[in-house]
Structures are given as C-alpha cells and as structure tokens.
C-alpha cells in the first residue's frame, strides 16, 4: 500500500493542477540597508567587523554592462555571519589592500561564480575555496537555477530581481538598489545549506567540490584575436573589403568607448555598422541618413565613423573571409572530413543520454563539450578504460567525470 506522500491529491485526481506554494516576499534586508563604504575609514571597520565574523564569506558584485566599457566591479557585496552584510564601492577606494589581505584567507560563497571571479580578479581578490550554489543547482538536476528560482524553491522565499541590468556606475546609489544588492548576499549561506543537503542526498557533494575547485582555478576569458568578427549580423556581409570596413568601425568605435569609460554599443549600435556597409555610405550627411547614426553620441562622432569606413575602403589588409579559427572543425563537417569521428561522436553522445537520465546532471556539465569534441577526434591509439581516462584527464576532466564517463566512452568506441 502506498504511503500518504505517494498517493495523489484529491486535486490532482480530478485534474485540477496543485495550486503554487505561498511564497514569502523577501523586501528588506534583516539588518536593514547598509551603507555604503567608501572612505578609507569605513573600509577598514569593515575589514575589522567581518574578521570578527564565523563562516564562508557570502560575495557578490555589480557591474555596469550595456554602460561603461569592461566587466569591471562597481559594487561588492560581502556577508558574513555574525557581520552582517557590507556594501563596497571599490571605485572611489584608492587602497583596497587591507579588504584584499582578508578576502584572499577566506572560503567564499557565490552564485553563478564565472560571472563575478574576473572582476574581483581585477581587484586581486581570489577565495581559499568556493562554493557555486548556481553550479551546485546544475548538478542537482534543478532545471532553473537563477538565484530567485532556487531561493523560492529552496528557501521559500521571493527574491526581488528589477535591479538587474541598472547601470550600476551610479552615484549616489539610490536606496531602492542598494537594498536589492544587500538582499542578494542575505540568502547564500542559507542557500549553501539547503542545495549541500540535495546534493549529499543525491551522492553527488563529491562531484560539487572538485567542479567548485575546478571553477576556482579557472583563467579569466581572454579576448578573441579577431574580435571584431563578433559584431553581430557580421555574417550576413559578403566580400573581403567589407569585412575591412567592419573592422575598422569596430577599432574605432573600441578605442572611443575605451577613452571615454563607455559601452561601445551605446556609442554606436552594431546594427547602424552594419547597414553604413549594405548602404555604402560615402559622405557624413548620408551616414546620418542611416538608421542607427540618430543618437546623440552617433552623430557627434560621425566624422569619425566616416573616417573609419574611408580606412577600411582604401587599405590593401584585406581580411579572410573567415577566420583561420584553431583547433577542431564544426562538428557538421566531421561526416565528411573524418567520418569515423562523427561516429565516435554520435556514440558518445548516446553514453552522455543514459548517464543524464541515471544522474539528472546536463550533458555539458558531465563533460566540458569542447573536451568530448577532442576526445572523439583524437582518441587514445588503444583504446581502454583506462586509456580514455587518460585521455580525459589530460583535457582537464576532473575525476568524478572520468570514473563515471570512461567505461561507456571505451565501450562505445570499441564498437565504432
């Protein structure tokens, strides 16, 4: 006889959908709002406070994407128990050395870690050890894992998100985001502990800490050679002295964002470079007909932007039509160019289905894609269990992956 947690609801039974659990609004910090630390002074009560503190350093920052030029930090915020929650403008800090001598000793606690380690990076700041509760949530199997969804569905409570995508270079701060920010450190810890039981109940905690260790260790993204190629709808111009244009649009109007601390896109939208190419503006009355150049800082710099597009008509570098792009080829092309990789691949791809369904973790959390792609490619010359395991281990799959993906790999190429 089934138990009273297994059995269906008198609802359900009739079809009628179970109503959503209650959520309870989480609006205002326990604490209240801090203030915000940004004289030398303060920084240093709040070194002072915070090593006073028990526990993992709760940490998150925000930045000013779509506003100023870079990912920098302008607002860190730390918690910890028994400190409370502290709001650090690291912008007008001229020293953050002492903040710096202490975070560097500690464990840390973020969500969603590779957005907010190159950052703090920037600022020297790197933890003794991490915790990734956006990560954790991936390997549960949670099938949303932004912070308000596992806040809510682990904690039961509503976590307000309108501050988002503000432009965060403000100052003052006005309170309204101020109180956003503190809430979004008020909930890791307790986060930590909720997703810590999931995950042990799950077998998989040992799985986390070398994912969390491995994340931790990291390089920070570096820029493409080309960068310019990622101007978007780039792939709809044909011809190499177009590309040229795009190029040069695209050095401009960097060097310009750079100098002036400001998002490139606010000066000049991708799609206004775009359509001065498919037009073939030749003068700046006609590149201020162009849809795009309308904005205030698109027309004061259209003498520039004309001199861009002038460059790159008359110079005699003419890029490639596509980039000379390292390693492997797409996938789609691995049918022709090497037929039994693809087949490799497609059998892989099936081990990475079961393993998904026995374990409920995502297929490129079980693996890093690009290491499932080398691997298919250039497998061991003999291949075995153990020799697949060397392989993946000199790719940079941590342990639990290999133990767990090396006899389905070994078998499955076997039979290719």
Request: aromatic residues 6%.
């Given at each position: 006889?089934?138990?009273?947690d ?13 109503a959503e ?11 209240g709002?801090?203030?915000v ?16 503190g ?29 400190a ?7 912008e007008?800090?001229?020293d ?15 969500h969603a ?7 703090l ?26 912070l ?30 101020l109180?956003?920010a ?6 890791l ?27 931790r ?9 080309e ?32 100098s ?38 698109a ?48 059998a892989?791809k099936?081990v ?28 061991p ?21 290999r ?14």
């Amino acid at each position: 006889m089934p138990n009273s947690d297994s059995a269906p609801s008198a609802s359900t039974a009739a079809g009628i959908e179970p109503a959503e659990p209650v959520l309870t609004p989480l609006t205002r910090p326990r604490d209240g709002i801090p203030e915000v630390i940004n004289t030398q002074v303060a920084l240093r009560r709040a070194v002072r406070e915070l090593s006073a503190g028990t526990g993992d350093l709760a940490v998150d920052t925000e930045r000013a994407s779509g506003f100023r030029y870079g990912q920098r930090a302008f607002l860190l915020q730390i918690r910890r128990e028994g400190a409370g929650t502290w709001l650090i403008d690291p912008e007008v800090l001229d020293d953050l050395g002492e903040l710096r001598d202490f975070v560097n000793q500690q464990p840390w606690i973020l969500h969603a870690a590779t957005q907010d380690l190159p950052c703090l990076h920037e600022l020297g700041m790197s933890p003794t050890s991490l915790f990734d509760t956006e990560l954790a949530g991936r390997l549960a199997g949670f099938p949303r894992v932004s912070l308000g969804t596992m806040v809510a569905e682990l904690l039961g409570l509503q976590l307000a998100k309108e501050h988002s995508a503000v432009d965060w270079s403000t100052r003052p701060l006005p309170e309204s985001w101020l109180n956003y920010a503190a809430l979004d450190v008020e909930v890791l810890e307790e986060l930590r502990q909720e997703i810590t039981k999931v995950l042990e109940e799950q077998g998989k905690m040992e799985f986390a800490l070398q994912e969390f260790e491995y994340e931790r260790n990291l390089p920070d993204p570096q820029p493409a050679e080309e960068p310019w190629r990622k101007l978007s709808g780039i792939h709809k111009l044909k011809g190499r002295r177009n590309l040229a244009i795009a190029r040069e649009l695209w050095l401009s109007r960097e060097a310009l964002a750079r100098s002036q601390d400001t998002a490139p896109g606010r000066l000049l939208p991708d799609r206004a470079i775009m359509a001065a190419i498919e037009q073939k503006a030749s003068s700046v009355p006609a590149l201020l007909q162009i849809p795009g150049f309308h904005t205030r800082h698109a027309k004061r710099d259209a003498p520039r932007w004309m001199d861009a597009i002038q460059r790159g008509r008359n110079t005699r570098d003419l890029p490639e039509l596509r980039s000379a792009k390292p390693g492997l080829p797409h996938p789609r092309s691995w049918a022709e160019k090497n037929p039994v990789a693809a087949l490799r691949l497609d059998a892989a791809k099936v081990v990475l289905v079961e393993l998904n369904e026995q374990w409920n973790i995502p297929a490129e959390n079980l693996l890093t894609p690009k290491y499932l792609r080398e691997l298919c490619w250039n497998p061991p010359a003999l291949i075995s269990v153990e020799t697949v395991a060397q392989k993946l281990e000199s790719l940079g799959a941590r342990p639990w992956q290999r133990e767990l993906l090396s006899p389905g790999f070994a078998q499955a190429f076997a039979t290719v």
